[in-house]
């Protein structure tokens, strides 16, 4: 079955410290990635995308993530953190095939001043 | 850089009334989408929409919600009779053909009294 899991449902950390935003898809194939971000009260901003050039995928915010096909990963990474990044994180899978997308059921990211 | 926008911002509607949560797309894209989002919880899929139909709906879209694109601009989402716990953010969302992130409204609050 397809799906997409993120493992955490909340993730803490210090402003200025790394951030690590955990996400692993099943699929028999492998899908197109993206991660969004959710600010109060505001729709969904792409922060970026993986469609099967670079493993590595550079986005917006200094955020990145890393394909790993081997781990079925796409976790989303931060070498540090600002306030401003406190929100809602989505990774949302595009099955190529039939175009069905899933959505993970969302990390709540709180930066500690 | 065009955006998904949606109207009104906010909806306070009686239970029981008809209400209706247009959107328009960005102008190019060929695949539609209606999400919600209950207070404190998951985004949850309601429909997608590609060529002029219903091309994947969840178990929550039921005979009380149906969508239409009337006039190639606008995409509407409709609930008939509205319950209390129709109450969320619904947000809309669009797409290009092919691989190909979705593009998100800032959402319209439902309330529902």
């Known amino acids: 079955a397809q799906s997409v899991t993120q493992l955490d449902s909340h993730v803490s950390v210090s402003e200025g410290t790394p951030v690590l935003l955990r996400c692993n898809y099943s699929s028999s194939y492998s899908p197109s990635l993206f991660w969004y971000v959710q600010h109060p009260n505001k729709g969904l901003q792409l922060l970026l995308k993986?469609?099967?050039?670079?493993?590595l995928v550079k986005g917006i915010n200094g955020f990145e993530a890393e394909f790993k096909k081997s781990e079925t990963s796409f976790h989303l990474t931060k070498p540090s953190a600002h306030m401003s990044d406190a929100a809602e994180y989505f990774c949302?899978?595009?099955?190529?095939?039939?175009?069905?997308?899933?959505f993970g059921k969302g990390t709540r990211l709180h930066i500690l001043p | 850089e065009p955006e998904v926008t949606q109207t009104p911002s906010h909806q306070v509607t009686q239970m029981g009334q008809e209400v209706i949560l247009r959107c328009v797309p960005i102008?190019?894209?060929?695949?539609f989408y209606w999400y919600r989002q209950i207070l404190g919880q998951k985004v949850e899929f309601l429909v997608s929409f590609y060529n002029n139909e219903i091309s994947e709906k969840s178990e929550i879209f039921d005979d009380q919600f149906s969508v239409e694109r009337p006039d190639g601009s606008n995409f509407t989402l409709k609930i008939r009779s509205t319950k209390l716990e129709d109450s969320a953010m619904y947000f809309c969302a669009s797409r290009r053909q092919g691989i190909q992130p979705q593009h998100f409204g800032d959402g319209t609050r439902l309330s529902i009294l």
């Open positions: 102008s190019n894209h060929l695949y």
């Open positions: 993986y469609t099967s050039a670079a493993t």
């Open positions: 949302v899978a595009l099955m190529n095939r039939d175009d069905k997308i899933i």
